[in-house]
């Protein structure tokens, strides 16, 4: 099986700073993309931000200059760097993987168990 655990949400005013991190962990024989989703109150999860085993990287136009994303692949582990966090960025935020199973030939996708970010004005 594989595990996506999230840590580093929590309170935060607003214009500061939180770093949230995902580690997958289990058979893992490799993995291709690694996201951050989130989730407000009654509205639909979106994409935040996304990269790939090569190295791209992809931002949500509500985000862009403000959230870094990045992975460590020695440790399956993804980071989002958040910076200037607005009221508006309170969500639930989701880390999502695309990982081959050590055990399998197929892609599947792993949601981890989302961290809550609450950022106050």
């Known amino acids: 099986q594989v595990q996506l655990v999230e840590s580093g949400g929590g309170l935060v005013q607003a214009g500061g700073s939180l770093r949230l991190s995902c580690a997958a962990s289990?058979?893992?024989?490799?993995?291709?993309?690694m996201d951050w989703y989130r989730q407000a109150p009654g509205k639909q999860r979106e994409l935040v931000a996304g990269?790939?085993?090569?190295?791209?990287?992809n931002y949500a136009d509500f985000v862009k200059g403000r959230f870094t994303i990045s992975r460590d692949n020695a440790k399956n582990t993804v980071y989002l760097q958040m910076n200037s966090l607005k009221p508006e960025d309170t969500a639930v935020y989701y880390c999502?993987?695309?990982?081959?199973?050590?055990?399998?030939?197929?892609?599947?996708?792993?949601w981890g168990q989302g961290t809550q970010v609450t950022v106050s004005s």
């Open positions: 999502f993987a695309q990982v081959r199973a050590s055990y399998s030939t197929t892609w599947r996708g792993y």
């Open positions: 990269t790939i085993s090569g190295g791209s990287t």
């Open positions: 289990g058979s893992i024989f490799s993995i291709n993309a």
